[in-house]
């Protein structure tokens, strides 16, 4: 298993991620989880040597045990903020990823468990109406307003 790309130098903290979009209609899917008050997007770490792709398709599978396809890619989101968990500051660089699901049947399904044993007490993943969620406690709030846009360049160089 590859390093996730991520370190800490005292309070400071820097984290390279993914967030996943996935659509139906005017509904995304997002992770709820018990334990926390606000909702997120699904995602999470990019390991070294893979691309921000790589990572959110292995992401949701991780935690979903769906395989998906990219659409494409949405934004990249630079974020600076301070954690409620464990005071740390936070730079990140979120890259948020529309994917869709290979097996088309699945868009009929309501709700999602998590297949990752040590979360599948407290995470769901339910679909949510986007017009819905501008009044909901979702984290980064930000993508909410990137979703109708239609333009974002990305590149992956090999050299």
């Known amino acids: 298993m590859k390093e996730d790309i991520y370190y800490e130098i005292g309070n400071e903290s820097f984290n390279y991620r993914v967030a996943v979009i996935i659509r139906r209609n005017n509904d995304i899917l997002l992770q709820v989880n018990t334990l926390v008050p606000f909702l997120v997007f699904i995602g999470g770490r990019v390991s070294l040597g893979e691309t921000s792709v ?3 398709i292995r992401e949701f599978k991780e935690e979903t045990g769906i395989d998906t396809i990219h659409k494409k890619s ?15 500051n936070y730079h990140e660089i979120l890259i948020v990823h529309e994917l869709e699901f290979q097996d088309k ?6 709700v999602f468990s998590t297949i990752e044993k040590k979360h599948q007490n407290h995470i769901t993943f339910h679909w949510f109406d986007i017009e819905d969620l501008k009044d909901k406690d979702i984290r980064p709030k930000i993508v909410l307003d990137l979703l109708a846009k239609q333009e974002f360049q990305y590149i992956i160089n090999k050299d």
Do not use: D, R
């Open 54 to 56: 790589q990572a959110a």
């Open 74 to 88: 949405i934004a990249l989101i630079e974020n600076f903020f301070k954690s409620s968990y464990n005071g740390q």
């Open 105 to 110: 049947s699945l868009y009929q399904e309501e």
